[in-house]
C-alpha cells in the first residue's frame, strides 16, 4: 500500500512537472514572439522616423547589425538561454529542499560553498572546460564509493546523489546567468533608439517658441549653418524672417522640426526642449506650408483631415469653409471632390489654402516663402486668412516680399547663420543703416 502510494505521489509530481514544463514552453514560445515583434516594430519605427542626420553620421553596418545580430539574439538566443537559466535554477532549488530534508545539516555546508562556488566561476570561466574533463575523471570513484558505503540508506543515498548533481546544476545557472546578462546588452541597444517623453495632449497649447544659443551644421566638418542663434517668438505672434540666399533662414525651419540634430543649445516649444520628444510626435504638433505646397491623392476631406483627428464633418467642414471659402469646394462634390495627384486640379493658391486649412489643429505655423510663386491678388487672400483665421496662433514666415514682412508683429534679420536684427517692420525700416532697410533698398524684399 505505501508503495502504490508513493508511486501515485511519484506519478502526479512527474505529470505535474509535465504540465507546467508545457506550460512554460507555450509562454516562452508565445511571449518572445510578442516581444520580438514589439521590438522590432518600435525599433523599426524610430529608424524610419529618424532625422537626415542620423543616417548621414550612422554607418549603415551599425543600422543592419541592429536589425540583424542584435535583433537575432532578442528573438531566438536570449530566449533560448534564459529559458535555461530559470530551469537550471528551478531545478537547483528543488534539490537543495529535497537534501535539506534528507540531510539537514548539509546547509551549514552549501551556504559557503554555494558561495565560494560563484566567486571561484567568476575568475575559472575560461577554463571550466579542461576543469570539467578533469572532474569527470576523478568523479567515478566517488560514485563507487559512495554506493558501496550507503548501501541501503534509500533517503540519504536520494540526498546525496542529487548534492552530486548540484555543481552541474549550478555550473549551468552560472553559464545560462552570464549569457542572459550578455544578451540583455541586444535589447539596450536597440532600446536606445526607442526613448521618448510623454507630452500633453493639447502641447504646445500656447505656441511658445525659443531658439537658445542654436548651433547647427549640415554635416560634421562643415561651417555652421546656424551659429549662436537665440530668439524669442512669443504665443500669437507673428514673425517674419528675411535675409540674404544661404543666411540661415530655412535652416531655421529645419532645426524647429529637427530634420537636422544640434551640434549646441536647445529649442523650446512651451518650456519643453524639443530633442527629449519623439520625432513624429514634435513634427504632428507643428505645420509647415512649402513654397510648393504638397497635397495627397484623395479628396479634400482626407487632406484637411489625414489622420483623422477631426470630427466628421464638423470641424473638417469649418476648416474649409473658413479657410478654403466656395473657390475650393466643387459645387458638386464638395469636401469629397477628389483631387488629383497632388492636387493638380487645384491651383497654387488654391492649395495654398488647402494647406492652411490643415494647419488650424496645430497652434505653432511655419510659412517657407508660401506667396513667392502666386500672384498679388493670391497674396492678399492668403494674408487675410493668416490674420483672420491664425490670429491667436505663433506663425514663423520665411518672406521675400515686402507686404508679407509688413505685416509681421517683428521682422527677424538672418545674416551668416546669425540673429542680425529683430524688431517691428516700421522700426527696423526707419532705424538708418539697418541691414532691414539695407534689403528694402537693394529690392531683395
Known amino acids: 500500500a505505501d508503495v502504490n502510494f508513493y508511486l501515485m505521489v511519484y506519478g502526479s509530481i512527474a505529470g505535474a512537472n509535465s504540465l507546467f514544463t508545457i506550460f512554460r514552453a507555450f509562454l516562452f514560445a508565445y511571449g518572445t514572439i510578442r516581444a520580438a515583434v514589439v521590438i522590432h516594430n518600435r525599433l523599426l519605427q524610430r529608424v524610419v522616423k529618424a532625422t537626415v542626420t542620423f543616417f548621414d553620421t550612422t554607418p549603415t553596418g551599425r543600422i543592419l547589425n541592429r536589425f540583424s545580430s542584435d535583433l537575432y539574439c532578442v528573438d531566438d538566443t536570449l530566449p533560448f538561454i534564459l529559458n535555461i537559466f530559470l530551469a537550471n535554477m528551478y531545478g537547483l532549488l528543488g534539490m537543495l529542499v529535497i537534501i535539506t530534508y534528507g540531510l539537514p545539516w548539509i546547509g551549514l555546508v552549501l551556504l559557503p560553498l554555494a558561495a565560494l562556488y560563484f566567486s571561484i566561476q567568476r575568475y575559472y570561466r575560461r577554463t571550466s572546460r579542461e576543469l570539467k574533463r578533469l572532474y569527470n575523471l576523478t568523479l567515478s570513484p566517488i560514485y563507487t564509493h559512495f554506493s558501496e558505503t550507503l548501501s541501503g540508506l534509500r533517503l540519504v543515498g536520494l540526498a546525496l546523489s542529487y548534492a552530486l548533481s548540484v555543481t552541474n546544476l549550478l555550473s549551468g545557472l552560472i553559464s545560462s546567468f552570464t549569457m542572459t546578462e550578455t544578451m540583455m546588452v541586444s535589447v539596450e541597444r536597440t532600446e536606445e533608439y526607442t526613448t521618448d517623453i510623454p507630452v500633453a495632449a493639447d ?18 566638418g562643415l561651417p555652421n549653418a546656424l551659429d549662436g542663434v537665440s530668439f524669442t517668438v512669443y504665443p500669437g505672434e507673428k ?7 544661404g543666411s540661415g533662414k530655412s535652416t531655421l525651419f529645419l532645426a524647429l522640426f529637427r530634420m537636422l540634430e544640434l551640434k549646441a543649445g536647445r529649442i523650446l516649444l512651451d518650456g519643453v526642449d524639443s530633442r527629449l520628444v519623439g520625432l513624429e510626435e514634435l513634427r504632428s504638433r507643428l505645420a509647415i506650408i512649402p513654397q510648393d505646397p504638397f497635397l495627397f491623392s484623395g479628396s479634400i476631406r482626407e487632406n484637411l483631415d489625414p489622420q483623422g483627428k477631426r470630427t466628421d464633418g464638423e470641424e473638417a467642414g469649418s476648416a474649409a469653409g473658413n ?5 475650393c469646394l466643387p459645387p458638386a462634390g464638395g469636401l469629397d471632390s477628389e483631387l488629383g495627384e497632388r492636387g493638380k486640379s487645384l491651383s497654387v493658391g488654391q492649395r495654398q489654402l488647402v494647406c492652411l486649412a490643415r494647419a488650424l489643429l496645430t497652434q505653432v505655423l511655419c510659412i517657407d516663402e508660401a506667396t513667392a510663386s502666386v500672384d498679388q491678388q493670391t497674396e492678399q487672400l492668403l494674408q487675410q486668412t493668416i490674420r483672420q483665421r491664425f490670429a491667436d496662433k505663433t506663425v514663423l514666415t520665411i518672406a521675400h516680399r515686402l507686404n508679407t514682412v509688413l505685416d509681421s508683429d517683428r521682422v527677424l534679420v538672418m545674416q551668416a547663420g546669425r540673429v542680425a536684427e529683430l524688431g517691428s517692420p516700421s522700426s527696423l525700416r526707419q532705424q538708418d543703416g539697418s541691414l532691414f532697410q539695407r534689403l528694402l533698398r537693394s529690392g531683395q524684399l
Not at 502641447?203 to 560634421?220: I, N, T
Open 203 to 220: 502641447w504646445p497649447s500656447r505656441g511658445l517658441v525659443e531658439f537658445q544659443h542654436v548651433v547647427l551644421a549640415y554635416r560634421a
Open 239 to 245: 514673425v517674419g524672417v528675411v535675409g540674404r540666399t
Open 323 to 327: 479657410c478654403l471659402g466656395p473657390s
